[in-house]
Structure formats: C-alpha cells, structure tokens
C-alpha cells in the first residue's frame, strides 16, 4: 500500500509539473521586460511545488516567520534533510534563487521553470562553475533578490549536520547582505536520502532572526559560519520537539499520533 500512495504521489507531482510549465512560462513572457530579478516568475515555480506538495495528501508542512521587506536580498541558509525541503521552503510567500546541483536543469520541465526562474547552477568539483554560480549569486542579489543555499552541500544521512561550507558566508561577507538562517525538521520522514519514495511526515520551516554582515570582514568568516550553525540547530531543536521527534545521534524518527 504504502508503494501505491507514493506512486500515486509521483504521479501527481509529475502531472502538475506538466500543467505548470506553460504557466510558468507565461507569467515570465509577460513580466521578463521589466523584471529583471525574475522574482514573478519565480514565485510562479515555486507555488508549482507548494501546489504539488499539498495535493500528495502525505505531507502536513508549514512554514513560520516573515520579513519586514521581502525585496530586501538575504542569504539564505538552512540545514538539509531530505529533496522535500525543497517544497517545504518553498511555501515561504517570499521569493528566493536556489542555487542547485547541475542534473536538476536537465529534467524536462522542471529544469526549463528553472532556468526561466532564474535559478542557479552548480557542477560541483569544477572551479568554473563555482566561479560562475558566485558571479549569478552576487547578480541576483544586486537585483534584490533573495539566494536560497543549503550550507552543507547535501542532505545528511542521520540527524547531525554536516559541516557547513564557507561559500554562503564568503558571499554575504563579500555583498554585505545579510544572513537570513532558516530551520528544518521533519522532512527526513519524507523522502529519505537514498529513497525516492514519499512518505507520511509532518514538517516545519522556521525563518530565525537574520543576522547582519555589515562591517564584517572575510576574518569573521568563521565566526559568522559558527553563529549561523548554532542558531539553526537550537531552531531545530526546538521544531523537532514540538513535532515528536525522538533525537539522538544517529537517528530521527517521527511520533505520529495514532
């Protein structure tokens, strides 16, 4: 049974990617002229996946937190359990570029919304592509828009977070824009790292307190990376105990009420 519900999950996930697409589309013919940021296009992606996540009937996500100034550019980090923090984050009613491994721009369909989403590609061990991910991240934040980067670069195995690298914090130091970390949990019940099926889970998203980089230097660097981890573990924390979780060092594992 539990096969059944996630192919029928996949099934209408792939279905309302193919109708999004064209409207997608759309919505960037009209507004690209005067939008250079593609924050209206991007916005249309990313209700795309809120609609496809909250037809699956597995998932009870929610997001907490707002900003003063959504067109004010943040980035953006949070910690990386499993593919569904992507529809998770993405219920934030606020636009943000991902910056997303290269094989995601090569799915039909979601790799077009992409790119007309101005989403950002990343071939990781080639330094040229890093290069030119820095250089669209620094872009479309002097268009004031936000940048969306998972610190540890892929989704952990167990509930410990991998270390986080500096990229994020090097370009927020570099831009003087400030960190905006976001805490998760409960999307490891989702979609497992290794497994592609959906399961029951229920999520939550925090937006926590932005922390400034103005006057920081790139010798703040690790100091910067330190707070940030620490804010987003104490959020964490505190989400997983007001979901159930059980919490160790190697595992997380949901209490749903029966």
């Not at 059944?4 to 999950?9: E, G």
């Not at 101005?118 to 990781?124: M, Q, S």
């Not at 620094?138 to 991998?162: N, Q, Y």
């Not at 592609?196 to 990376?225: C, G, H, Y």
Request: charged letters at 25%; a positive charge; proline letters at 5%.
């Amino acid at each position: 049974m539990r096969w059944l519900i996630s192919a029928w999950a996949w099934a209408e996930t792939v279905l309302v990617v193919i109708i999004g697409t064209p409207i997608v589309a759309l919505v960037f013919a009209f507004t690209a002229p005067f939008d250079p940021g593609r924050y209206a296009a991007g916005r249309a992606f990313r209700l795309v996946g809120v609609t496809a996540m909250r037809l699956n009937g597995l998932w009870r996500f929610r997001v907490r937190g707002t900003l003063a100034d959504p067109r004010r550019p943040y980035v953006v980090v949070a910690n990386h359990e499993s593919y569904a923090d992507i529809f998770l984050i993405s219920c934030f009613p606020w636009e943000m570029k991902w910056l997303s491994k290269h094989t995601l721009f090569k799915i039909p369909c979601m790799g077009w919304m992409m790119q007309m989403a101005g989403d950002i590609k990343l071939i990781r061990g080639k330094r040229e592509s890093a290069v030119d991910a820095i250089q669209q991240c620094r872009d479309r934040l002097a268009k004031k828009v936000s940048i969306m980067i998972f610190p540890e670069g892929t989704r952990s195995r167990d509930w410990e977070m991998l270390p986080f690298k500096d990229g994020a914090f090097r370009l927020a130091i570099e831009c003087g824009a400030p960190i905006l970390p976001i805490a998760v949990a409960g999307t490891r019940n989702a979609m497992a790292k290794g497994s592609f099926q959906f399961q029951r889970a229920r999520a939550i998203a925090q937006a926590l307190e932005p922390i400034e980089t103005a006057n920081l230097t790139l010798a703040d660097l690790p100091s910067l990376k330190q707070r940030t981890r620490e804010r987003i573990e104490e959020g964490r924390r505190a989400l997983a105990a007001e979901l159930g979780l059980r919490i160790d060092a190697v595992a997380c594992t949901e209490q749903l009420p029966a």
